[in-house]
């Protein structure tokens, strides 16, 4: 079965791995700090902080914004339910935007229409989480105005996106954000076998991150509040985690961020060529709207043809080897958000998108053969 995504890991790769383990850090040494300046520098931020997943990270980025009881944050419900969760470990208050369906993407005119009722209730929030779904990015400029205007923060869920770009731009620059987090599981653009990692220009919200990677403990001696200031000392200031993540996790990721324009140029090309081979199939094809450039995690076809539903469509491409997935149920069908009051019919961009959706295989490594054997399939389904 070809899969829909999956890591491509090269000789180089296994040799940075194998050189890190040997290194006398081997976590949190010198390959996380290098990882995090290639990466920063790459995307044009002026900080980052890894840690050992896009979870993590995700959660550090809502800690950071001071995100806590009593706040409302909101996000999408087409996306992984970890974009919904890092909110809710901080005790806040969770609730989605509707996507536009054919962009598969926050939509703007509900997120205005929703601002603004919450304005009238009191109920604004805190901080929103856009994800660049699929690795395009959100309408930004739009979001950072509405932000400023309702006196929002902005954390952009951009796990699908390293190596995209808006208005010619590295999505990672938080131009129009506070934070935006990338995800290197393997599934991922780029992989550190498991890592997240947290961009942003403040300051302050960086020592913030890093502080709570590690249980909230500071070894800055201007910074202690005890007068005890020996050698050993360490102060905790307040209640943080164990995010941290290994040196050869980040050497994997320095190796594999080497790569990141040709792995996103590959994945373009694959990307353009079943987009050209499937024009005149009764599909809806995934858009890439003007001013962007896609990092393509995924190739999300929209099941319209009379008689064929996705169910079906799911099933047929499994039956001829094409492991297609679905992308994604929406976080409030989950039990466990609906049991947060959630229900069928609030977010009807999501739910019609939801039951259209096929994602297909597309990864780097992937052959000729197999890309052929991905579009014969769709042409066969839908010609
Ligand atoms: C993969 C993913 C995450 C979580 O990433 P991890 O590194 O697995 O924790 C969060 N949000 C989105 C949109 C994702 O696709």
Sequence with gaps: MIPYGRQWITDEDVAAVAAALRDELITLGPKVDAFEQNVAVYCGARYAVAANSATSSLHLACLALGVGPGDFVWTVPNTFVASANCALYCGATVDFVDIDPLTHLLSIPSLEEKLLEA????????????????????????????????????????????????????????????????????????????????????????????????????????????????????????????????????????????????????????????????????????????????AWHLYVIGIIAPGTDRKRAYYEYRKQGVGVQVHYIPVHYQPYYAKLGFRKGMFPGAETYYERALTLPLYPLMSDTEINQVVDTTRRLFG
């Design 119 to 294: 304005d009238k209730s009191g109920k604004l929030p805190k901080v929103l989480i856009p994800v660049h779904f699929s690795g395009k990015s959100c309408d930004m400029r739009s979001i950072s105005k509405l932000a400023e205007k309702y006196g929002f923060r902005v954390i952009e869920d951009a796990s699908h996106a390293i190596g995209a770009k808006y208005e010619g731009a590295e999505v990672g620059n938080c131009a129009y954000s506070d934070i935006t987090v990338f995800s290197f599981h393997p599934v991922k653009i780029v992989t550190a076998g498991e890592g997240g990692m947290a961009l942003t220009n403040e300051v302050a919200l960086f020592e913030r991150m890093r502080r709570l990677r590690t249980h909230g403990i500071t070894r800055d001696k201007c910074a202690f509040e005890n007068a005890e200031r020996e050698e050993w000392s360490y102060e905790q200031h307040e209640l943080g985690f164990n995010y941290r993540i290994t040196d050869f996790q980040a050497a994997l990721g320095i190796s594999q961020f080497n790569r990141l324009d040709d792995l996103v140029r590959t994945r373009n090309q694959i990307a353009s060529y079943y987009s050209a081979e499937f024009a005149s199939l009764e599909v809806l094809l995934p858009e890439v709207e003007e001013g962007h450039y896609s």
